[in-house]
């Protein structure tokens, strides 16, 4: 099939046509037929297209919207060897009133991307190609946005070095993508979660603000043994004393102690998340005190003897915003108050979620509508 060359609108309200030109061949036929929107697993299900483009000879190249299916590489691919590959996560929602695709702030994504591609020694990718490329993919696939309560479709960009070579070196060729696939919730319900102490995610100097792949495949086997514990998730604390929680495997995350939010402070060893900031900014809205600092177990610990431990949430693009039931550490387990007696993190979910539905006020301009 001949690709069809399109140019991207960049923002349908105002007619304003943006430069970036894009080859499209279109799925012959959609699969869409074949989901239950209302029986979802997360991250199974795949949309008809993908967007691509591939990065050679000192520059990036014509991007291409294409059928999603398996692609060929070579077993000396060097990303294989080396690691050097980043992603990102995102979701889209459907404003019903309208029909049109909700993304919130892409270009937040894009910039984070670019961060972890400096860190991981690759290539930048112009903000414009990120985000109208994802504009024109999500155009072509909005039927794929579902519309059931707890459902959204899920956005991964990812980049991977595309040398056939092996050695240890930058590589000279990359690859970037975003496909998308529907999902329900991330976690159903509240999550436990234990305070590593032994195990290391991040050291200062190191890829811990860098969204890359390998940070994760270090976190699977300390995962499993906490699975094994019972507890879902691992609550990582700092690579030099093991005194200063961090982030949760897959969250950044929340304490509430006697009203006031606290989170860690960003030190290069977290990730940088989108949600962690715009709570923030929800939470500085309303005049909520939030401190962005170094808090310690002992501190966490001491807040829970003496009753002012409120809440405890983990933050993120597939959690949102989800609630820690409870907290393990060295062997004793600290039960959290009730999900229902958190004011704080409950009404800052209703409020992120409608701004991301269209329904509550957007007021800081973070919607991008498609």
Not at 46 to 56: A, G, L, M, N
Request: contains cysteine.
């Amino acid at each position: 099939m001949v690709p069809e060359s399109i140019t991207a609108v960049a923002n349908p309200s105002k007619s304003r046509t943006s430069k970036l030109d894009i080859d499209i061949i279109r799925a012959k036929k959609s699969r869409i037929s074949e989901v239950d929107f209302h029986n979802i697993p997360f991250g199974r299900i795949f949309s008809d297209h993908i967007f691509v483009v591939d990065y050679k000879d000192g520059q990036w190249q014509k991007p291409q919207i294409r059928p999603f299916d398996n692609m060929s590489i070579s077993p000396a691919c060097s990303a294989l060897h080396y690691g050097q590959s980043i992603f990102e996560g995102m979701k889209a929602n459907l404003d019903e009133s309208t029909g049109e695709v909700l993304l919130f702030r892409p270009e937040k994504n894009a910039e984070r991307l670019n961060n972890s591609a400096i860190r991981m020694g690759m290539p930048t990718l112009p903000v414009e190609t990120y985000v109208e490329g994802l504009k024109a993919l999500i155009d072509i696939d909005r039927q794929w946005v579902p519309d059931v309560e707890d459902t959204a479709l899920y956005i991964r960009p990812f980049m991977f070095a595309n040398d056939h070579f092996i050695g240890v070196k930058k590589a000279a060729n990359y690859r970037f993508i975003i496909f998308t696939c529907p999902v329900g919730a991330y976690y159903d319900k509240p999550v436990s979660v234990w305070i590593e102490k032994d195990f290391k995610r991040a050291f200062p100097g190191g890829t811990g603000a860098a969204k890359a792949a390998g940070n994760y495949a270090a976190t699977l086997y300390p995962a499993s043994l906490v699975n094994e514990k019972g507890y879902d998730q691992i609550l990582w604390t700092d690579g030099l004393e093991s005194k200063y929680v961090e982030e949760i495997g897959t969250m950044n995350v929340f304490f509430v102690i006697d009203g006031k939010a606290i989170t860690p402070e960003l030190d290069g060893t977290i990730l940088e998340g989108i949600t962690r900031e715009s709570i923030v900014q929800l939470m500085k809205d309303r005049g909520i005190e939030v401190e962005e600092r170094k808090l310690s177990v002992e501190e966490i610990l001491a807040a829970h003897k003496n009753h002012t431990l409120q809440e405890v949430s983990g933050v993120g693009t597939a959690a949102t915003i989800t609630h820690i039931s409870g907290l393990g550490y060295e062997d004793v387990h600290y039960e959290l108050p009730p999900v229902a007696d958190r004011k704080i993190s409950n009404s800052i979910r209703e409020e992120l979620v409608n701004i991301k539905l269209g329904i509550a006020e957007d007021k800081h301009n973070w919607i991008v509508r498609v």
